[in-house]
């Protein structure tokens, strides 16, 4: 319904921009081929990325290519589940299960090396099936926790057997472009690494899993140059704006980065003034206040422990402007370098710290208590 209504909209508002365009001069229909008497009107077809006129008659037409929206009169494909294909999208559009396992595995081998050193890549446990939207539809409601994906052109069904076993079954849409196919198929993998990755205490807000899939279906089509796929990724509003962030953070920190946090971050999702935040990661449990071998190398003078607060087992340390939990790591600035502070342990009026990953640790008292 939303779909329709929208598409109403859009012609109405093309129509105004085609009377002052064109008038009623008009031009030779571009579905129909005729010039009957008139409005005429302009469409869109972001496929080929350019205007289509086309008169009144088949600007009304209740049929229209499931690809590039635009009314199909003559030449078309009626796919099995009632949509439809115009004549130049038919030919790009992935038909059978062969070719759509093609696109997959072009697609799935692309992406392990997008994943290459981030935990398990599921492969022989995955099975792929093209379908049509009807059938779809019918595997996405009848799958608990499925989620509905750019007007549903696949979906993943993941089953664990035990600690380290999964099977997962990834179903994508008949008709689909070969780029869209490999986009959604790129997503669909991002599922399965998360089903099998994300620890399952791990709670991550909806919308943020959902943009973590689209932004690996990103990094895929940025690595294929794929103009139009990256577009229609950034335009979809499936994330509700969580794939902008996303991308913000994939600018700023690297897409393994923001992998690692899916993994073990400490926050339910990221936002676009925090991305810094995609660095806080939990870690192992730490070893006791005493037990860790400190070197008293000297903290950078800027670095200061301004507080601490909060009671066992959850005490804060607030490092300059910045406060961390045990186990938890944070870019903290200063004034000619920014250090990435992994906060080890915290004791009654210091904390153990490491800097930049290295393996000499920090101890950082308090600043009533400075150090010499
Ligand atoms: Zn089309
Ligand atoms: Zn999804």
């Given at each position: 319904m939303g779909v329709c209504s929208r598409l109403f909209l859009l012609i109405q508002c093309v129509a105004l921009l085609a009377q002052s365009a064109c008038g009623d001069s008009g031009g030779i229909?571009?579905?129909?081929?005729e010039r009957p008497p008139g409005k005429m009107y302009l469409m869109e077809d972001r496929v080929r990325g350019k205007q289509v006129i086309l008169c009144e008659r088949c600007a009304r037409l209740p049929d229209t290519c499931s690809v590039c929206q635009i009314p199909v009169f003559r030449n078309y494909t009626k796919l099995s589940d009632g949509r439809f294909l115009c004549e130049y999208d038919v030919k790009d559009a992935v038909l059978d299960q062969d070719s759509a396992l093609s696109v997959y595995r072009d697609a799935q081998r692309d992406v392990f090396s997008i994943l290459n050193g981030l935990g398990v890549l599921p492969d022989r446990n995955i099975s792929v099936q093209l379908v049509d939207q009807k059938e779809l539809s019918r595997i996405f409601s009848a799958t608990p926790g499925a989620h509905h994906d750019l007007n549903l052109q696949g979906v993943t069904r993941t089953r664990r057997f035990s600690k380290d076993s999964f099977e997962h079954q990834i179903f994508l849409c008949l008709g689909l472009t070969r780029s869209r196919m490999a986009a959604v198929a790129a997503h669909e993998y991002a599922h399965t690494w998360i089903n099998e990755n994300?620890?399952?205490?791990r709670v991550i807000d909806g919308d943020t899993v959902e943009a973590f899939c689209e932004l690996t279906a990103y990094e895929l089509m940025q690595q294929r140059g794929d103009k139009r796929e990256l577009r229609l990724i950034v335009e979809n509003a499936y994330t509700r704006g969580k794939i902008d962030v996303l991308i913000k953070a994939t600018t700023d920190y690297q897409y393994h980065r923001v992998a690692a946090w899916m993994k073990s971050?400490?926050?339910?999702t990221i936002e676009s003034h925090r991305t810094?935040?995609?660095?806080?990661l939990k870690d192992a449990?730490?070893?006791?206040?005493?037990y860790i071998p400190v070197v008293h190398a000297r903290a950078?003078?800027?670095?200061?422990?301004k507080g601490l607060s909060g009671r066992e087992p959850r005490r804060y340390a607030l490092i300059n402007d910045i406060t961390l939990e045990r186990g938890e790591e944070a870019p903290v600035k200063l004034a000619e370098k920014t250090l990435v502070v992994r906060c080890l342990d915290i004791a009654s009026n210091a904390v153990i710290l490491r800097i930049n990953g290295d393996t000499n640790l920090v101890r950082l008292e308090l600043d009533s208590f400075p150090t010499r």
């Open positions: 229909c571009e579905i129909c081929g994300v620890p399952r205490d971050g400490t926050d339910e810094e935040r995609v660095i806080a449990p730490p070893p006791l206040f005493g950078p003078e800027i670095l200061r422990l």
